[in-house]
């Protein structure tokens, strides 16, 4: 077990406990309630106070999105995110450590088979506000338009749209409930779960990329996925 060293415990806990922000909105990583929550990123954030031996404070949010906001007014220490670009310049991300896909959820009659056929004039689709994906297919789509608003699945069914974007597990669990939709198989993206701290706070940065190799290194990942139900997903390779 490895020890955290001065500097980088001074950054994890500048206010003598880790605070870690926990995205209720992706049940691959974390689940329970805003009371209770629980998952892989509440055991690797207990581990992580543990290790430094200072207390946790678990902060929960119901989207990535909000998370995000929340950096701003410096509310957490240490948070669960996917790797993007707009959310690198100010957070520093370890390695991932979990590989999720997003994948379109369309009406079971609809034309659209492949990745491909959604991105097309005419197109619309429903995504969240502040997710990874929402973020990666602001950058990459060319043709579709992007209806943005707190839950993109709702958005899709009120509003009669095309396509929905999300996680590939709670998509899935949509369509299951749903039969009048079904999902697109081919991923149209791999999205790059990891832990980041607040840009600046380069020695909790260094630290936090040896742990999270780590945790993937000991089973410790894969074990909290098992246990949480999402043993399907996949750990990160090692960086």
Do not use: C
């Given at each position: ?25 992706n ?82 009659d ?15 689709i ?21 209806v ?13 749209l ?68 999402q ?7 090692a960086?």
């Open positions: 077990m490895s020890v955290v060293p001065a500097d980088a415990l001074k950054e994890l806990a500048p206010t003598g406990k880790i605070r870690a922000a926990i995205n209720l909105g049940p691959v990583l974390a689940q329970g309630t805003m009371q209770a929550p629980s998952g892989v990123t509440v055991d690797l954030a207990r581990e992580l106070a543990k290790r430094a031996g200072v207390p946790l404070e678990l902060v929960p949010f119901d989207a990535a999105g909000k998370v995000f906001e929340a950096l701003k007014a410096g509310a957490w220490d240490i948070a669960f995110l996917a790797i993007e670009p707009v959310r690198a310049a100010e957070i520093a991300f370890t390695s991932p450590y979990v590989l999720i896909e997003g994948v379109y959820l369309v009406p079971q609809s034309p659209l088979k492949t990745p491909a056929d959604v991105d097309r004039e005419g197109i619309r429903g995504v969240s506000k502040g997710a990874a994906y929402t973020l990666f297919l602001t950058r990459t789509l060319k043709a579709a338009k992007l943005i608003e707190e839950d993109g699945v709702d958005t899709f069914r009120a509003q009669k095309d396509a929905a974007a999300g996680v590939r597990q709670p998509i899935a669990g949509y369509a299951k409930a749903h039969p009048d939709t079904r999902v697109i198989p081919e991923r149209f993206m791999e999205i790059r779960q990891a832990m980041g701290v607040p840009q600046g706070r380069n020695a909790a940065a260094k630290y936090l990329q040896s742990f999270i190799e780590e945790m993937k290194a000991s089973g410790f990942v894969a074990d909290g996925l098992k246990r949480s139900g043993g399907e997903a996949t750990v990160a390779p960086a």
